[in-house]
Structure formats: C-alpha cells, structure tokens
C-alpha cells in the first residue's frame, strides 16, 4: 500500500533500528528509507543483516548492517559507534528487537524468563543508554536546542494478561515504563522524545508465524473489531508518525496500533436481547414512577 505521508519527511535523519533485517523492524526500515532517511540495522544474524540491507540499497536507500546483540553492553557501543562513523550520525533509536515462544509458567524456567526480559526490557534500555550521548540535542548532527527520537516497539499483551505469555508481557511492561521514564527524564534534560507503538497481531511476521499457526490466525478475524490482523505497513506507518515532524509534541505514549483488538471481549448478549430487556426495564420503571407520583400525591 502507497503511504500517505511525503518522500521527504525523514529527509537527513539517520535511524538505527534493531531487529531491523526482519519482519516489521524491516518494514520500518524500510519505510523510513522510503521517507528519506538512512537506515543503521542490527541484528545477531550477518547474513539476515546482508540480505536486509542488500534489498534496501537495491530501492537505493543508504542502508547498512551491524552485528551485535542488544544483551551486551559493549556490542550496543560498539554498533552504535560503527554506525555513527558510517553514517556520521543517529537521530533515531528504534528498539524492535525481541524474543519470544509460547509457554506455560510451570514449564517456563526462571532463566528463560530472565533471556526474554533480557532482550526485550534490558536490551531496550541499553541501546537508549548507550545512545544517549548522539541522541541527545547539541550532539553530533543535531542543534544546539534539538535532540534525538526514540521508538520502543511493545505490544498489548500486558494490558489484560496474554495466555502462555507471562516472560513476554512483563518484558513489555517494563519498556513501556522504560519508555515513559526517558520521556520524562531525557525529554526534559536533552530534548529527546521518547515513544513507543504497540502492536496487534501483525501478519507475515516471524512473531506470529512463531506464536500462532495458520488456523489460528484465521480466527482473529472472528473477533477482531476491523476483522483483519495487522499488516507490517501499519506499525511501520505509526513510526513514522512518530518520527517525523507531525509527531514533534508526542512524548511518553505508546501507540496502539492493534485495529481495538486488546478492547475486544465476547458478546455475552446479543443485541436483539438487549432491544427486548431494555423494554421490560423501562415499563417497570415506567409503573413504579407512577407509583412515586401517586403516594406523594396521598
Ligand atoms: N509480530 C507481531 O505480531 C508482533 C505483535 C506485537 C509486538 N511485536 C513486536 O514487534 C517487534 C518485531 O517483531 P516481529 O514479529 O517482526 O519479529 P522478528 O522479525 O523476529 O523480530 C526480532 C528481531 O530482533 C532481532 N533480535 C532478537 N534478539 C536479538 C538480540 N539479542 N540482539 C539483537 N537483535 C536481536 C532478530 O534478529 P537476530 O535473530 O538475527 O538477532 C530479529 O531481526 C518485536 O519487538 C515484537 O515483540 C510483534
């Protein structure tokens, strides 16, 4: 699908997405190139990583890979670095990277708990730390009164409670806090904003391939109220929102991008139900009024 914002949005921006060679990290990187911007990809894989930033540079998108994992401190400075003597700058941190698997807590073992909390919060936290120093206003490639961006990729789960999601969810959780945390405190001292989008269900992504079987995925569209899973140009679409100029006065939210589907529960009466209830209710309350008006009358 076309996207309605102009080319040139993120025109001079460098990003720097993690989790960037694949599924919706890509489509943002993507899409941020599309829009103008240089994109910095990491990942833990080199030949995802090649592959990602081949295809960008084949749409003729400045685009590069950087190995490294977000659970280490030294590889988020040193990818950050590399980028920075690649691209001359960052502007933009987007935190994708994750890790998930469905389990049950009584078979989920405290250190698997700990991995995905790892990725997801820590990791989050450490790239946005070990940025900060080119992120923050006055920096490198930024004015003296302007700073960085950025954009925590979360999810829903947390708001209810997700089945077999317990490492997940308290792994969201966190950087969602995380996420309003640096809104407040970087916000305030170096002029950076920081939000994050939450997804729905998206289609074609590993995530779901990995969390949700086919025929499961046909089965959202049964309760889901726009009856359709996401697509990765949906999130993609909100980062921009976000990072582009129309986004200047967003700072700490989390976007839903889900379509409502967190909202959703079962019908537990149908309409018609409701239609006939409604006017038995008001007949009784109709009687007992007339009753009201009649004893005062007495
Ligand atoms: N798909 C959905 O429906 C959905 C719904 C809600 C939220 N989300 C969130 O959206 C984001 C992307 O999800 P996705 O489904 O598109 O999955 P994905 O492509 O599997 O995203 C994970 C990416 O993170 C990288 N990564 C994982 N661990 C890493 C580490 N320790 N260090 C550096 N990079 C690491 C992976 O590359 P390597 O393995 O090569 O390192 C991969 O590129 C995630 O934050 C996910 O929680 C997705």
């Known amino acids: 699908m076309e996207s309605p914002f102009k080319a040139d949005i993120l025109k001079g921006k460098v990003a720097f997405i993690t989790g960037g060679g694949s599924g919706i990290g890509f489509e943002i990187s993507t899409q941020f190139g599309r829009h ?13 990583l090649d ?7 084949s749409e003729g998108i400045r685009a590069f890979g950087f190995e490294g994992d977000v659970r280490k401190k030294e590889d988020a400075a040193r990818v950050l670095e590399e980028a920075v003597k ?6 933009i941190l987007v935190n994708g990277a994750a890790g998930n698997f469905l389990a049950s807590p009584e078979d989920l ?34 004015g003296p009164a302007t700073g960085g961006l950025i954009l925590n990729i979360s999810a829903t789960l947390h708001y209810t409670a997700a ?12 950087v969602d806090s ?6 407040l405190e970087w916000g305030t001292d170096y002029d950076i904003r920081v939000n994050g989008i939450a997804p729905g269900p998206i289609e074609d992504t590993p995530g779901m391939r990995k969390l949700a079987p086919e025929e499961m995925q046909n089965k959202y569209s049964e309760f889901g109220p726009l009856y359709k899973l996401g697509e990765k140009w949906d999130i993609a679409m909100a980062a921009l929102y976000l990072a582009s100029d129309a986004g200047k006065y967003v700072n700490g939210t989390t976007l839903i991008v889900d379509g ?4 959703s529960r079962p019908r537990h009466i149908s309409k018609e139900e409701v239609k006939k209830l409604s006017r038995v209710v008001e007949k009784k ?3 007992s009024s007339v009753g009201v008006v009649t004893t005062s009358k007495l």
């Open 178 to 183: 995380v996420t309003r945390s640096l809104a």
């Open 51 to 57: 592959a990602a930033a081949a295809a960008l540079r």
């Open 260 to 263: 409502g589907l967190w909202l």
């Open 285 to 287: 309350s109709r009687k």
């Open 163 to 174: 089945w077999y999601q317990i490492h997940v969810s308290a792994a969201k959780a966190a």
């Open 36 to 48: 103008g911007a240089a994109v910095a990809i990491m990942g833990r894989r080199r030949h995802v």
């Open 109 to 142: 073992s405290p250190n698997a708990f700990r991995t995905v909390i790892d990725i997801d919060s820590v990791g989050t936290y450490t790239m946005c730390h070990e940025a900060l120093k080119y992120l923050k206003k006055g920096e490198q490639g930024k």
């Open 86 to 91: 690649h691209f001359g700058k960052i502007d």
